[in-house]
C-alpha cells in the first residue's frame, strides 16, 4: 500500500528485537541460578527431614531453621527477578507495538495531510488497523522467546544428568562369563579415586573353593578392593583376572551374576521382606526365601513381625534394628546362590551369639564356594584359607591365621589387641 511507511516500521523491527533478546538472556541467567537455588533448597529439605534425629539430638533446631530461611530467602529473591523479567517482556513488546504504531500515525498522517505520497486516507485508515493486528503476534513470539530461555535454563540440568557418560561399560566385543571354574587373581591392581593412591600394586589370588580374607584399617582399600570385583570402577593399574581373562573381557551383567555381595552397610529398600530378600527376582518360591531367612538366622524375628514376610520395613528398612538388617541382606545373598561371595563386614553389627549363628550359617554357605571376606573382628576369619593383610593400600602380610600369628607382625599386633589367640 505504501513503500515509504512499510520502509519507516520496518526500522523498528530490530530496536525491538534487540530489546526483548537482552531481556531474554537475562532471563536465561536468573533461570539458571533459580533452578540451582532450588535444587539445593529441596536437597536440604530432604536432609533435615531424613536427618531430624540427629538435628534433635544435637539440638540444632535453630541451625537448620536458620540455613533453610537462607537459601529460601536467596531462591525467593533470585526467583522474583526472573519472574519480573518473564513477565516484563509481554507489556514490553506491546508498549513497543504500540509506540510503533503511534510513530506510524505521526509519520503516515504528515505525508497524507501534506500530500506528499499518492496515499489517500482512507487507504491510510486501513495500513493503521492491518498494522495494529501485528502486535497481538508480535508480543507472543517474544513471550514464547523468554519462554524457550526458561525452558533451556531447565533442561540444561537435567540434560547434564542424563548425558552423564557410565564409565563402567560393556565393552565392544565382551564375552559372557559362563561359569566360574579356576581363580580369581588381582594382579598388580592399583586405583585411585581422585589423584591419591588407595590402592598399590595389590596382587593376590582367590582359587574356586577358597576363602580369603582382607584385614586391615578403617580406609586402607578393603571395600575399593571388592568394589573393583564387582567392576563398580576400573582401576588405573593391573587388573583383575577371571579364568585368566581380565574382567573388563566380560560383560557386566554375566560377571555380576556370578556374584552375591553382603554389604557393609545393608542396603534395603521401602518393600516387604519378601521382596528385600527376593529382590530382583521374579516369580519366587516363598519356601525358598523362608529356607535363605533360616540360613541367614533371620526367620525367627521375622515370624515374630506382625504381618511375616509380608511387613513393611519402612525406608531403607528403617523399622528394623541394625543387626536385623544385615541378616535380611545375609539372606538376600543366600537366595541368589552365587558362585562368588563377597562379604564386608557382614557380621559386624550382630551380638555375640548371633554373629556365632550367623558365622556358622556362612560357613555354610561358603562350602564349595568362592569368599572374599572382610572383617574386622578377627575371631571370624580364623579359618579362612588365606588372609591378606592391607594397610594404606598395600599388602604387608599374607598367610594363614597360624603363620602370621607366629610372624609376630601387623596381624599378630591386631590379634593381641582384640584378645585373639
Ligand atoms: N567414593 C569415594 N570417593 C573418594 N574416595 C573414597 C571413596 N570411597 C572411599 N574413598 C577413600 O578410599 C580409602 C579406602 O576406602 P575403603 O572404603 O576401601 O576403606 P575400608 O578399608 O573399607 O575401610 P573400613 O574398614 O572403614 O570400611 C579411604 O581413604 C576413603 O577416604
Ligand atoms: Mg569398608
Redesign the pocket.
Known amino acids: 500500500m505504501s513503500l515509504q511507511l512499510t520502509l519507516f516500521t520496518i526500522v523498528f523491527f530490530p530496536v525491538s528485537s534487540l530489546i526483548i533478546a537482552g531481556i531474554a538472556k537475562r532471563l536465561r541467567k536468573s533461570a539458571t541460578l533459580s533452578q540451582s537455588q532450588l535444587g539445593r533448597l529441596l536437597n536440604i529439605t530432604e536432609e533435615t527431614i531424613s536427618g531430624n534425629r540427629i538435628i534433635k539430638a544435637f539440638t540444632a533446631q535453630n541451625f537448620v531453621q536458620g540455613r533453610f530461611s537462607k537459601y529460601n530467602d536467596d531462591y525467593r529473591k533470585v526467583s522474583k527477578s526472573m519472574v519480573n523479567r518473564r513477565e516484563l517482556a509481554g507489556p514490553l513488546s506491546e508498549f513497543l507495538g504500540v509506540t510503533v504504531i503511534v510513530a506510524v500515525m505521526i509519520f503516515g498522517g504528515r505525508l497524507v495531510l501534506n500530500q506528499q505520497s499518492d496515499l489517500s486516507a482512507s487507504e491510510f485508515v486501513t495500513y493503521i488497523i492491518l498494522y495494529s493486528q501485528l502486535i497481538a503476534p508480535i508480543k507472543n513470539i517474544s513471550t514464547a522467546v523468554t519462554s524457550i530461555q526458561r525452558g533451556l535454563a531447565a533442561g540444561e540440568r537435567v540434560l547434564a544428568i542424563i548425558d552423564t557418560p557410565d564409565e563402567v561399560v560393556n565393552q565392544p566385543g565382551a564375552v559372557k562369563l559362563e561359569a566360574f571354574d579356576k581363580k580369581i587373581e588381582f594382579r598388580n591392581l592399583s586405583f585411585a579415586?581422585?589423584t591419591e593412591e588407595?590402592l598399590k600394586d595389590v596382587s593376590f589370588n582367590i582359587p574356586k573353593g577358597k576363602m580369603v580374607a582382607i584385614v586391615?584399617q578403617?580406609?586402607?582399600?578393603?571395600?575399593?578392593?571388592a568394589d573393583l570385583l564387582c567392576r563398580f570402577y576400573d582401576p588405573q593399574g593391573g587388573g583383575v583376572f577371571i579364568e585368566g581373562r581380565d574382567i573388563r573381557e566380560y560383560t557386566l551383567e554375566s560377571l555380576r551374576s556370578q556374584m552375591g555381595i553382603v554389604t557393609?552397610e545393608a542396603i534395603l529398600f521401602n518393600d516387604t521382606v519378601l521382596s528385600n530378600i527376593a529382590f530382583g527376582i521374579e516369580n519366587v518360591d516363598e519356601a525358598a526365601v523362608i529356607q535363605a531367612a533360616k540360613i541367614a538366622n533371620a526367620h525367627e524375628f521375622i515370624s515374630q513381625m506382625e504381618n511375616g514376610y509380608q511387613t513393611n520395613i519402612g525406608d531403607r528398612g528403617s523399622r528394623l534394628s541394625g543387626g536385623q538388617r544385615q541378616r535380611i541382606s545375609i539372606a538376600r545373598a543366600v537366595l541368589k546362590n552365587p558362585p562368588i561371595l563377597i562379604l564386608d563386614?557382614a557380621t559386624s553389627s550382630l551380638d555375640t551369639e548371633s554373629e556365632k549363628l550367623v558365622q556358622d550359617a556362612i560357613q555354610k554357605l561358603m562350602e564349595n564356594r568362592t569368599s572374599l571376606v572382610?572383617a574386622?573382628r578377627l575371631s571370624t576369619i580364623q579359618h579362612a584359607d588365606e588372609i591378606i593383610v592391607?594397610q594404606q593400600g598395600s599388602v604387608v602380610e599374607r598367610g594363614t591365621h597360624e603363620s602370621l600369628f607366629a610372624m609376630k607382625g601387623v596381624y599378630r599386633k591386631l590379634c593381641d589387641m582384640q584378645s585373639v589367640s
Do not use: R
Not at 578403617?218 to 578392593?225: D, E, F, P, V
Open positions: 579415586y581422585n588407595v586391615g578403617s580406609g586402607a582399600g578393603k571395600s575399593t578392593l557393609q563386614e572382610i574386622h592391607l
